[in-house]
């Protein structure tokens, strides 16, 4: 065997990939230079701020474009619609407050630019969009970036290399470096010498922020990394090197030679699962679905039925899918196709959980009417329409086969920029000041309304000062609604009174559309 392969009994041999030089082109150095101060920006404005991850993102997103054109990737329609979810994710952060979905969002983000550059320089596993998204993930994340992670370094010492220019300008930062002490010395007995040359020092210093300059000088050695990154994963693929580390050949080898449990092992257990989930629902049908119907089981509040249960219903809906993809992976084939038995066990086992999925929706909806929203409560009804639609492909799957990664990660992509762009926490809002308004609850919880972003201020606003509910108006509870809405007002931050550019930095990177229209609703 070649001394280059390595082999395992469950994955296709891999095979260490034969040095490929750098080669750089004309705009290779200026779009280093430029994902240098890119790094820069992302620590001068705090990447994870509302505001700035916008800026920063469509920043990213123009100048990787202008490099990829000019080296001659034009973009397609399957790149146009990966550029598309790259600009709607990044909208959230400019329409909408902070909320905790952040974190989550930019990371979605950094992947969905990753994918978007790999399509438009032609370097995706496959022509289209399947199932093998997740070996362009772990390409695209891990494998381009940090195989060509040096060649920021590379491209800078090329240019300065093959120029005149550049080798002067080399020579010229390395001098200015060394000759820095001696230009502080001689600066500070200038200033000393002379009071006016002292005034003014003073105020160039004030004026260039100079007493920032080791903040910024640690905020570019910071940049740098992050530089190295997004310059390695652009360049590697814009220049095809070290893009095919992991195939479609490798990943259909590495399956292939996963097939290995024998069939009755993973029948018997299987068989053994179904028969359980059949028995309880037959056992607990009445009480199961009765929420279908909106109605209680005799002996129980609404938030005792919809937690008993619940969260085991969820943790059994994952299991599930882990089980499937377990099967699926592992187990041996008749003639290279999926075993019939196999199949029609995956599958009943995927209706049941299609079954306890809608029944946990069910449960979640009675009790969101009888105790409205809040942000838990939207995120796991999410998950569940995300879990539903999940399983009901794969029941399609089982029926008729065909590629369902591609309809699965679309359903995904699709339901999360939903969720993002939905403005969350205004629909919990205005939908809990409707309820509480119409009668349909008897209490409104402030304490939850008021730890939710600027979204809810409109709404929070109306109901203290312009509701039109007459059993709210003529209720004794009307001042206290009036006297707690606006003490939760008095309390939240100002950031934008005084105008977006009004020289304060975290106002800046705090701004967003939603914030800037809600300080209406603050006392003055």
């Not at 946990?360 to 009417?369: D, F, N, P, R, T």
Request: proline fraction near 4%; charged fraction near 15%.
């Amino acid at each position: 065997m070649n001394e280059n392969m390595i082999q395992s009994p469950y994955c296709a041999p891999y095979t260490r990939p034969t040095r490929q030089p750098y080669a750089f082109a004309a705009g290779d150095v200026p779009f280093a230079c430029f994902c240098l101060a890119l790094g820069f920006l992302c620590w001068e404005w705090q990447l994870g701020a509302v505001f700035s991850n916008f800026l920063i993102l469509m920043i990213a997103l123009i100048g990787t474009a202008v490099y990829l054109r000019a080296r001659g990737l034009r973009q397609t329609r399957r790149s146009a619609c990966a550029l598309a979810v790259c600009i709607l994710g990044a909208l959230p952060f400019l329409l909408y407050d902070a909320t905790p979905l952040g974190p989550l969002l930019l990371l979605f983000d950094l992947f969905a630019c990753l994918y978007w550059v790999c399509v438009t320089a032609g370097a995706s596993v496959e022509a289209r969009l399947s199932g093998f998204v997740l070996t362009d993930w772990a390409n695209q994340v891990f494998a381009v970036p940090l195989s060509n992670f040096l060649g920021f370094f590379a491209g800078i010492k090329s240019a300065s290399k093959n120029t005149k220019r550049g080798k002067s300008v080399l020579i010229g930062a390395a001098g200015l470096c060394v000759a820095i002490p001696i230009i502080i010395g001689v600066t500070s007995l200038l200033i000393r010498a002379d009071s006016g040359f002292e005034r003014f020092a003073d105020d160039f210093s004030k004026w260039a922020s100079l007493d920032d300059i080791g903040v910024y000088l640690l905020e570019l050695l910071g940049g740098i990394p992050i530089a190295c990154y997004i310059f390695g994963a652009v360049y590697g693929n814009s220049h095809g090197r070290y893009t095919a580390l992991l195939t479609k050949e490798s990943a259909e080898q590495g399956l292939a030679r996963a097939h290995r449990i024998p069939r009755p092992a993973i029948l018997a257990p299987l068989a053994a699962l179904c028969a359980i989930y059949i028995l309880f629902m037959a056992v607990m049908g009445v009480y199961l679905f009765s929420a279908f119907a909106g109605e209680l089981p005799d002996g129980f509040t609404y938030a005792e039925y919809a937690r008993k249960g619940f969260f085991e219903l969820c943790g059994v809906a994952a299991i599930n899918l882990f089980i499937l993809a377990f099967a699926y992976s592992f187990a041996k084939r008749e003639a290279g196709e999926y075993p019939k038995g196999l199949r029609l066990l995956t599958g009943l086992l995927c209706v049941t959980t299609e079954l306890l999925v809608a029944t946990a929706l069910s449960k979640m909806l009675l009790y969101i009417g009888a105790y409205d929203l809040s942000r838990l409560r939207v995120y796991v009804l999410w998950f569940l329409v995300l879990l539903f639609a999940c399983f009901a492909i794969l029941i399609v799957w089982h029926i008729r086969p065909f590629d369902a990664g591609r309809p699965i990660t679309v359903a995904a992509v699709c339901l999360f920029l939903a969720l993002v762009l939905a403005n969350t926490d205004g629909l919990i809002a205005k939908y809990n000041v409707w309820q509480y308004e119409n009668g349909h609850t008897k209490s409104i919880d402030f304490s939850m309304l008021s730890g939710l972003s600027d979204a809810a201020l409109p709404y929070l606003d109306d109901l203290a000062n312009n509701t039109r509910s007459e059993h709210i108006l003529n209720s004794a509870a009307h001042e206290y609604i009036r006297k707690s809405v606006g003490e939760g007002l008095e309390t939240r931050p100002r950031y934008y009174q005084r105008g977006m550019l009004s020289g304060d930095g975290d106002r800046f990177r705090r701004w967003n559309i939603q914030s800037a229209m809600a300080q209406k609703y603050l006392p003055d």
